[in-house]
């Protein structure tokens, strides 16, 4: 069974920094690209980046020169190393996997998501 | 950015009745379209691929439809486990982007 379990998230002042986490499991993780997207308190979602298996990274114009995603294959980690953060990035962030390896644009498997509140 | 805009943003429906969601992208994508199904609280599930392909395990009374820049998602018979957010979400070119979302309510 596929599983993806965030972790990371929390409350952090402007201007801070948080990494969030997602653990990925029953199947080749180093195979598939993967994804963050995040949805804030009653809005919709919005894809923030994405890594590929090769690990080429593609970051959302909100989040580019702020946020960096990577990937550790060995631990089958996701990562999302947020910083300079601000109150708009609020939000619950998910990781998702592609969907397949011929159609990684989609989001498969989601995680159950992270909440990061950014407030003084 | 392609920009997706969805309607209607909400509708009321009864048990039984059909709903029909559309997604009409700034620009074409021809049929990398995908719908997904979110309930408060949760993940979003994905239930179609490619405008029209059902996931497995996806009841077929889900139906996707449309390329280019209109498309469809219809669910027929609403059940109480269809009231819900659907979001359609282009999968063309970075940088993905979804509808605004539409809620399925309760009548």
């Known amino acids: 069974e596929v599983q993806l379990v965030e972790s990371g998230g929390g409350l952090v002042q402007p201007g801070g920094s948080l990494r969030l986490s997602c653990e990925a499991s029953?199947?080749?993780?180093?195979?598939?690209?993967m994804h963050w997207v995040r949805q804030a308190p009653g809005k919709g979602l919005v894809w923030v980046s994405r890594?590929?298996?090769?690990?080429?990274?593609w970051y959302a114009d909100s989040v580019k020169g702020r946020f960096t995603i990577s990937r550790d294959n060995a631990k089958n980690t996701v990562y999302l190393e947020m910083n300079s953060l601000r109150a708009e990035d609020t939000a619950v962030y998910f990781c998702?996997?592609?969907?397949?390896?011929?159609?990684?644009?989609?989001?498969?498997?989601w995680g159950q998501g992270t909440l990061v509140t950014v407030s003084s | 950015d392609i920009q997706m805009t969805q309607s209607p943003s909400s509708v009321s429906a009864s048990v039984g009745d059909r709903v029909t969601i559309t997604c009409r992208a700034s620009?074409?994508?021809?049929?990398?379209l995908a719908w997904y199904q979110q309930k408060p609280g949760k993940a979003p599930k994905f239930l179609i691929d490619?405008?029209?392909s059902l996931q497995s395990g996806v009841p077929s009374k889900f139906n996707g439809s449309g390329s280019g820049t209109d498309f469809t998602l219809t669910i027929s018979s609403l059940q109480p486990e269809d009231f819900a957010t659907y979001y359609c979400?282009?999968?063309?070119?970075?940088?993905?982007?979804f509808g605004g979302g539409t809620k399925v309510e309760i009548k």
């Open positions: 998702a996997r592609a969907y397949c390896t011929s159609c990684q644009n989609y989001f498969g498997p």
């Open positions: 029953g199947f080749t993780f180093s195979n598939y690209w």
């Open positions: 890594i590929n298996d090769d690990g080429s990274t």
């Open positions: 620009q074409g994508v021809s049929s990398w």
């Open positions: 490619g405008a029209s």
């Open positions: 979400q282009q999968a063309n070119s970075l940088p993905l982007t």
